[in-house]
């Protein structure tokens, strides 16, 4: 059973249809109860960081979630700031992340000093996976679609299992212990981003 966050942010519906297309059970989880027994999650997000922490905290279920992914070793995937918001800090905002990803959000701007780069990072990209393997598996010609002008820098190289070209190698997927990252939208990236999440049920 996949079960999505549902805090008012992201693409709820779009996973939902991918995992119902796949014949996968799925389910969203809108409190705290909606997370018990949760095999695989699904954590969203669009806009800022401070704001998606804001409204995670507001929905009730963080603890909850910390339970799940810290206590019970539950297998997460975090999307675009859902992603971001796993690490411990952005210089987007102000708040504290989860931190359950040793490292920190920077803007793409202030690490590649081109004044001429045009932020947001938005559309199609190629991502080189570390290997392909995981959640990269069956995916010969990795391409997802990117929305965003901050990406998250990992404390420790081997978190980080693929990059993107943006100025820079830039990390775009994480992975630490059951903690997965995707910067990309694998819900809007067609047969990669399928595919993907067809692997992230069969971790």
């Not at 943006?166 to 775009?172: A, R």
């Not at 212990?177 to 399928?194: A, L, M, R």
Request: with cysteine; net charge neutral; aromatic share 10%.
């Amino acid at each position: 059973m996949i079960t999505i966050i549902d805090y008012g942010l992201g693409n709820v519906k779009a996973f939902e249809s991918v995992y119902r297309r796949l014949d996968i059970p799925v389910k969203l989880a809108k409190c705290s109860s909606d997370l018990d027994g949760a095999e695989k999650i699904i954590l969203p997000g669009v806009g800022s960081f401070d704001w998606a922490v804001s409204m995670l905290d507001k929905s009730g279920m963080r603890a909850a979630l910390d339970h799940a992914v810290l206590a019970e070793s539950v297998p997460v995937l975090g999307v675009c700031v859902g992603m971001q918001i796993m690490a411990e800090s952005s210089e987007e905002g102000k708040l504290n992340g989860l931190g359950w990803i040793p490292g920190k959000v920077t803007s793409i701007r202030a690490t590649v000093g081109i004044d001429t780069l045009r932020l947001p990072h938005m559309g199609w990209n190629d991502v080189k996976p570390v290997h392909a393997d995981g959640i990269f598996k069956g995916i010969p010609n990795p391409r997802f679609y990117f929305l965003h002008s901050y990406y998250i820098q990992p404390k420790f190289g081997e978190h980080s299992i693929a990059v993107t070209d943006y100025g820079l190698d830039m990390v775009c997927a994480v992975k630490y212990k059951n903690i997965y990252g995707t910067q990309f939208h694998p819900e809007k990236s067609h047969d990669s981003g399928v595919q993907l999440l067809r692997n992230f049920a069969m971790i």
